[in-house]
Structure formats: C-alpha cells, structure tokens
C-alpha cells in the first residue's frame, strides 16, 4: 500500500489543521494507521492510532483531548484532526500502516508516507 500524506501547514497557536493520509489499494481497510511526527533533531514518535475497523483509537498523552484520529475506509482515507495546537506540536507528520493491531513503536510500521510539514507560531 502507498500513502500520502497532506493537509499541514503555518497555524497559529490555538488554532487547527486537519490532516489527510491517503492511500492507494484496496487492501487499505485491512490496515492499522499510525500517525507519527518529527520535530528537528529529535526522534520519530508516536501520536495515534486507529484500527482497522476505525472502532478504537489510541493517542499519546500529549494529544489526548486536542487531536482525533478517524478514519474513511470507504475514500481509503484516515485523518487528524488537531485542535488547540501549541508550539511543542510543530514537527513533519507521517502515516504510516501496520498489520493486525495498531502499534506505538515506529519499527512495527511496514508502509510510510513522505511526510506533511505543521508549523505552529506563537
């Protein structure tokens, strides 16, 4: 599966982007999908998750209560909506698809996308 990832962009502090990972393939909905993000000089870590079936959800602590992940399985798309974005939240975001159930670590991901620049000014 390929997927490609869009909808970042210059936010101010506060305000909202809603991401987009779309993906190529029919076998789209029998993936679990990761997003991850990257901030510069540090590692890629985990933001959230959703399963196949979009039915259960996982988030890191920090995005608990401002992000939402969802996803259409129908339009091969999976999303990210993030609220109430801060500073600290500006970073490349990646999706990124797993087999069986979603996982954290970004080892676990078999499929990645290039990657959707958030920058967040004060």
């Known amino acids: 599966v390929q997927l490609q990832a869009s909808g970042g962009g210059l936010v101010q502090a506060g305000g909202s982007l809603r991401l987009s990972c779309t993906a190529s393939g029919r076998a789209f909905p029998t993936y679990a999908v990761g997003w991850f993000r990257q901030a510069p000089g540090k590692e890629r870590e985990f933001v959230a998750a959703i399963t196949r079936s979009g039915e259960n959800t996982y988030y890191v602590d920090s995005a608990k209560g401002r992000f939402t992940i969802s996803r259409d399985n129908a339009e091969n798309t999976v999303y990210l909506l993030m609220n109430s974005l801060k500073r600290e939240d500006t970073a490349v975001y990646y999706c990124?698809?797993?087999?069986?159930?979603?996982?954290?670590?970004?080892?676990?991901?078999?499929?990645w996308g290039q990657g959707t620049l958030v920058t967040v000014s004060s």
């Open positions: 990124a698809a797993a087999t069986g159930w979603p996982k954290v670590a970004v080892r676990d991901y078999n499929y």
